[in-house]
């Protein structure tokens, strides 16, 4: 078994390492017809031609916080529900395993909606 | 029968094979002349020959070779084609007739090879007469000569470390997208002929979800105020559709039942099939059976293909670039050839994006196989070989350059829509959308219909 895993994913590994390989070769290839001369003003941060004012790493208010919570509890719930579909193929006719998996999204759904509409009024 | 044109894995093994084999001549070449100087029998190069012919190796160079095709395949023949289509296409909405230069725009190829009879013919045309396809050749060549500019205030090591994410990602999504039932290079072949690979479809859209982070990173490591703009909005714009994209191919799993790209394309290449619950099933025999046509199926389809238009950047949703208002987003600070990867490989994104599309909805790879010529097998003397006239990297490739051109059809029809926009679409629109499609295909599933 472990021999098949291995001859499986032997060439995905490799594949892994080649795409790595593929853009530091060209950036190191590039070294060898290209001349770079920086200079003080060549190398200032872009900003249209001016003098660039002040720093940009600042703590950046990110105002879409709710969403990024909600897409952490979905990230979570998406795993779920494909697990769910991939592997009840024998519980279709179910009737429990609908009704859990409809009120479930059905939570999510209500939840979502309703953090949605207090977002529109907060606004983090 | 299996339609296909290329079978990756044979083509390289015989290929390493006869590389080897040549290796294997020349070491015996050499072992042969440092007998004739007197080494002693069976003379120092003896091991080597055997280890360089032995098995082991002849598949080590056979999966490099295949993984080199492949690379090949995608990025020196795809990426120029569909780059080349989208300069033609928007130029065409755009009513004028976009790039023309030809092989006779130079005028030393006019000057020699054009001179030539009956072959300088494509040399002697016209500059503005010509195809334009080898513009964006041009165009690298010339970012491999740029500068490569480093801002003084930038955080150097992340700066350098996100073209390289994001192109080493982009390039690990065609790991799992296979180009026909012979050009794949993850999976395994069963005793029966059937490829597998399980979880193929998870690899993809976990290999896609790597970008908007590399893009985060660029962004911020730039430390410009565009480029930080750009980069949060990448992470912003993540995540608003990557949960209906996700949704949408869980509808579509309650159907299929499994992640196997080859198994999907299975599945869909049997005419379609309707179950009626307890009226029995239908059956339309020159319809294929593409989940695109099934009557729930289709509202994962929209939902999906909308969430791949936003997951390779491309115009309605290309707000982490917005050339309009963050003069080049987050690549502003980018040059030369890091630029060159960076911007190029958005078009690589966009090839697997279709490919995606094609294999989930559209059937894939399958297609009617009309006919097959049979010609000697050189690998095998006295089989015969047979060679499709429509393979299935045919149908594939046609299937991806028609989404694509659907990409460039609405993206160069629509504005860009807005942060705030996205937020609201993926949230209030797909994400409502894709339960639905959920809901509904579990329901018909367990009442037996379609």
Known sequence: ?124 | MTGALIDLFGWSYALASFLLWIGAQLLGLGNWISLQLGAPSPGPLEGMIGFVTGAPLTSLVAIILAINILLLWATAFHLLIVMWIERKMYSRLQDRRGIMLGLGSSEILRNTLGRIPLIGRPFRKASHLGTGFLQTVADGVKLFQKEVITPASADKWMFHAAPVMIAASTLFLFIAIPWSDGFWIMGSRLPNGDVVNPWGVLVILGAFSVAPLSILIAGWASNNKYTLLGGMRAAAQLMSYEIPMVLSIIALVVFAGTLDPFQLVRQQSAPLTFGLGPFGTVQIPWLPNWYIFNPILWIAFVVFFITVIAEAERIPFDIPEAEAELVEGWTTEYSGMRFGIVFGFKWLRAIAGAALIAILFLGGWSGPVFAQVWIPNIASPGNLWPIPILPQEFWFTLKIYAIFVVFVWIGWSVPRVRIDQILNIGWKRLLPLSLLAILLATLARGMGWF
């Open chain 1, 1 to 124: 078994m472990e021999s098949d895993l291995l001859a499986r994913y032997f060439p995905v590994a490799l594949f892994a390492i080649f795409t790595l390989l593929f853009p530091v070769g060209t950036f190191f290839a590039t070294r060898i017809l290209r001349k770079d001369s920086p200079g003080p003003l060549k190398d200032l941060t872009y900003e249209c031609g001016e003098v660039p004012e002040g720093e940009a790493m600042i703590q950046f208010h990110f105002q879409y916080y709710v969403f990024a919570i909600i897409f952490v509890v979905f990230d979570v719930a998406a795993i779920f529900l494909l697990l769910w579909a991939l592997s009840s193929s024998a519980t279709w006719g179910s009737t429990v395993a609908f009704a859990s998996i409809a009120l479930f999204i059905a939570i999510m759904f209500i939840a979502t909606n309703y953090a949605l509409k207090k977002e529109e009024v907060l606004y983090i």
